[in-house]
């Protein structure tokens, strides 16, 4: 290569240095979308890894199109093509002697004709019986010896991938070459089978015999496990066989190459690797129905084949203990099915370890698998994302607004019509330097150069979210949507509302405070009871811990109160719900209200008798009740918080 040449060529190592980036924030869109829904991030994850992406196959399309595969292989081909060729042959074989026979008038033509015509009708049994017969056609004496060539080169492809092309001609020194590396394997693998260093008599027979060997094994090991996967791949396909079937090959492959002490050979070869891997398949076997004919090797490579597909489906299943994607064998699957199959391969492997590596999951104490506070970000940020889309598809304000006229919070963004916070002079100046005056060397100013201040009311809030997680909201569809709305709210909240204090209230049968990243990963379980008595105590708790902040609170709720706090902690529940229920709960709401705090609750669904109670307690507290649809409740609580928040004149 030179300063004005190039040379390129096809990448042969490593991630393709041109493939697109793996797209994190979809897949952890997805995964957080499940865990939401009440998967575990360890179920989520490998669901994602199951369905794939938008631009990747997932592992069940490519386990799909493995069992595709397999099928195939079993419905198209079936297991008599060697005795099917060879029967093709002798047949020529007699035609020809046949034809020279008929002209000559002797009693000996006679008689070999007698003898052609007294054959037994199998196939073995007539090629074995003319073994010793002396031809008088070339032409049927040439078919004849391509028996012998056909059974040695299908026995030799059945143990050796790839034989059967070197030996296509085969000369009588080729013969004697095979024997004798036959001979020299047995004693090498018998001596690997005694427990001795075969190091230097490996590397001797890989001297001698190497071109038999296009896997290059590097030691004795890897030499035995891919003699023994094609030997074991060579009995399952006789044991796929009809006995007939099996029968006719044991007896034709005694005249393999018209020498029986090849196949003393192979058996003995058979059994060395039985015995050095007695943990391969030798007893399998497989149903072929098809009509087009396999060959003795060709068999061996379709069972070799079927048992890669299985070990590649089991690999894609990821149900062992440590499963990785990593462990999935790149190249068996490209050879079973293609190169793009590799690379969704490769880049759903290329998913999993960047979710890790970039800390978006990590191991909570007890082992199990979670959303980090980095992922919980990302999913805020994508919830805060819709909630203000679907704000501006209602016409409701902007959150990115939130704050005008307040404080700066050491951030800008590009000016848009209707913004009325200050310039940040020095950026706008920049903008328009670096758009004008390498073009046209003045400078000048456009409307696009424009940066303006963010900024954020100066009133600090105290925030109380309560949302119900009774099992009417995991019936009714309302679970994964109340838990974007919590995403969104904290997003919002510790990004530009930094002071705000924000606490997270769930309540079922009893409440509880919780952190985000609990309320994120909280499973829907069966469980009876809406105690928003308990929920109001503790936010009243929050609100009064921040006495110098202005109180919000906001309630999601599908259902009215059907359970209380006694004074001893217990939950009284009863449904249709106990006065005493309602009184508390009521009670409760007046005590916020004297902390001067509003109550907005956010009913979801239609209840007549929850919403005389919810239109009860925003008169009483001043507060207000809105009815969303699931899409409009991000905005709905959203909205209503910065309304909220507002310092009151």
Known sequence: MTADRFSYGPWHDGPDPLAPP???RDALDAIGRDVMDGRSPRSALEELLRRGTRTTSGLDELTRRLWQRRSQIQRRHNLDGTLQQVRELLDQALRAEKAELFPDPDDDARFREAQLDALPSGTAAAVRELAEYDWRSDEARESYRKIQDLLGQELMESRFQGMKQALRDVRPEDTERIRAMMADLNDLLLSHLRGEDTTERFQEFMRRHGEFFPENPRNTEELVDALARRAAAAQRMMNSMSEQQRSELAELMAGAFGDPRLVEQVASLDANLRALRPGENWTGSARFRGNQPLGMGEGAQAMADLAEIDALAEQLAQSYPGARLED???EALERQLDEDAGVDARRLAELERQLREQGLLERAPDGSLRLSPKALRRLGQTALKDVVNAARRQGQRDARNAGAAGEPIGSTRSWQFGDTEPWDTSR?????????ASTSGRVSLDVVDVEVTETEQRARAAVALCVDTSWSMVQDGRWVPMKRTALALHQLISTRFRTDALQLVTFGRHARSVELAELVGLEGVWEQGTNLHHALLLAGRHLRRHSDAHPVVLVVTDGEPTAHLDPDGEAVFDYPPLDSTLRKTVAEV????????????????EDPSLARFVDLIARRSGGR???PDLDGLGAAVVGDYLRSRRPRS
């Open 328 to 330: 999935i064998d790149i």
């Open 625 to 627: 009740v809105v009815n």
């Open 22 to 24: 793996v797209d994190l």
């Open 590 to 605: 007046d005590a916020l209200a004297k902390l001067g705090a509003s109550v907005t609750v956010f009913m979801l669904g």
């Open 428 to 436: 706008t100046v920049r903008n328009a330097v670096l758009r004008t």
